[in-house]
């Protein structure tokens, strides 16, 4: 039978599975996996060709397949099966790789182009191991002769080890430049101006490229407003909270706490007319993962990778980790959150605050200590929205305690249990606020409010100033400028709800 006449599947694929300690260390699924992505997507050979370097297909048919396809993307020819067979059959090697039937079923192989990168470093490394193993069988030969010399042995061994390393490091094999830039690029091209995924370039909820975590206790709206906003993310609704969500291709939603009770809460805003775009772009994972994600920091990226989301929803963040509280293992868990954003993979997580937080003031203001779980697991975070209030309570308080951008909030918000939606205060907006006093506010009387009575603290003035100088800058409010303290005291800034804002809501 011709070398490569049936699938991989019906072979062995991984060392150790079904193969011998004296069988190579090979992957041919993951062969015919960078095989086929290059004939549907022939710009990606360029990213796979420094990942792989040369020699690096176990199988000899996939070995020449793979530098048919290199010529033909050199010469900027396409690289589909079609095109691909006849120039095997004009090179003669048609018959050898197992003939045309092969070259379309690789072709068919039913992994997507996105994930061809993470089967080239896995092609990459088989290809690695087999040379070492290489190196290792001939010392091991070397030292089985009469009259072997040790150090011979010893000074031929460490010089195969350094023209090992030495090749790996010329070729960059991916993993050394794969994620390296120029720092022009980096800092001009690299997303740092992109639009926000949920709010304003002003006031940032969740910016892309950085993990949003939504945290509370049970019971306050955490699945509510992560619901919401997966639902904005796939164009059924446009805001959230009053502000704009972008839309993302697909949604990977892991429900590994209670799915059953996740679907009924999301059953509460899904209408016959969402079949097909819940069908097409929501996919959902129920139960635990096959590893947690501090044992296997590359599951994130590759489920997202499997699934061809854009976006994954953690839920929650106490089922994808051994244990919170272990600061290795909440830096492993980082690590996967990264491998994952680095890929262009958004990600929001619900997580948990501490028991004895469960039971504070309404309005209160928590910290980022209050968040169960080791300091690395907020600190990795891009963003982190606080939930306080009481379980089953409609009325509860957002805070914004890690920002991208501007602070949003704190916002006084309202669940609808029924409907599934939650819908802000209009009491604590700041834009509200100045409407409705005629003698205008300072930032100490707009901190007050905002923070429900008492004496605001220094921080809470300076967040009220920064609200009201956006209003300013957007037209709608005016500043009288305040008075220097002397003697008799100064006079706080002011500042007044402008005449076109007045009109515009009168």
């Known amino acids: 039978m011709p070398q490569g006449t049936t699938l991989p599947s019906q072979m062995p694929s991984r060392f150790g599975e079904g193969s011998t300690p004296l069988e190579p260390p090979f992957n041919l699924d993951a062969e015919c996996a960078v095989l086929g992505a290059c004939m549907h997507k022939a710009d990606i050979i360029d990213a796979l060709r420094p990942i792989l370097g040369d020699d690096a297909f176990y199988r000899p048919a996939h070995e020449t397949i793979w530098r048919a396809l290199l010529v033909q993307h050199r010469e900027d020819r396409p690289t589909d099966p079609i095109v691909l067979t006849e120039l095997l059959r004009q090179q003669g090697d048609l018959q050898r790789v197992g003939g045309p039937a092969y070259v379309s079923q690789l072709a068919n192989v039913p992994y997507g182009t996105g994930s061809a990168e993470y089967h080239a470093e896995i092609v990459r490394e088989k290809a690695d191991l087999r040379r070492l193993a290489t190196s290792a069988l001939r010392t091991l030969q070397r030292a089985q002769e009469p009259g072997a010399d040790p150090e011979a042995i010893r000074s031929e061994a460490e010089a195969d080890v350094r023209a090992e390393r030495e090749r790996a490091l010329a070729s960059g094999q991916g993993r050394l430049s794969r994620f390296a830039t120029d720092g022009w690029s980096f800092v001009k091209e690299s997303g740092a101006d992109t639009e926000p995924l949920w709010g304003t370039r002003e006031k940032t909820v969740w910016a892309p490229g950085e993990s949003l975590m939504i945290v509370g206790a049970p019971g306050v709206g955490k699945t509510t407003l992560a619901h919401q906003v997966i639902f904005a993310r796939l164009g059924l609704q446009e ?218 603290e220094r921080a809470d003035i300076e967040k009220a100033r920064r609200h009201l100088s956006r209003l300013v800058d957007s037209g709608l409010a005016t500043k009288a400028d305040g008075i220097a303290g002397g003697v008799g005291g100064g006079q706080q800034a002011r500042y007044y709800a402008s005449a076109r804002h007045l009109t515009s809501v009168g």
């Open 239 to 456: 805001t959230v909270l009053e502000m704009p969500v972008a839309p993302s291709r697909r949604v990977l939603y892991l429900a590994m706490d209670r799915p059953k009770q996740i679907a009924k809460a999301m059953a509460r805003r899904v209408f016959p007319t969402d079949e097909k775009i819940l069908r097409e772009r929501l996919v959902v994972w129920e139960g635990p993962l096959p590893a947690t994600l501090d044992k296997e920091p590359d599951l994130l990226a590759d489920l997202a990778a499997a699934h061809r989301a854009d976006t994954i929803v953690i839920d929650s963040l106490k089922d994808a980790v051994s244990t919170m509280v272990d600061d290795s293992l909440a830096v492993a868990f980082h690590n996967a959150r990264m491998r994952a954003l680095r890929n262009g993979v958004e990600i929001l997580e619900l997580h948990h605050q501490r028991k004895a937080t469960a039971d504070a003031p309404r309005g209160q203001r928590p910290s980022l200590d209050q968040v169960y779980g080791s300091t690395w697991i907020t600190a990795g975070a891009g963003s982190v929205l606080f939930v306080t209030g009481r379980a089953g309570d409609p009325a509860v308080t957002l805070h914004h305690l890690k920002t991208p951008t501007g602070e949003v909030g704190p916002l006084d918000v309202t669940h609808d249990h029924v409907r599934g939606t939650t819908t802000v205060d209009p009491t604590k907006d700041p834009a509200v606020l100045l409407r409705n006093a005629p003698g205008g506010l300072t930032a100490r009387d707009l901190a007050t409010i905002l923070i429900g009575g008492g004496d605001p």
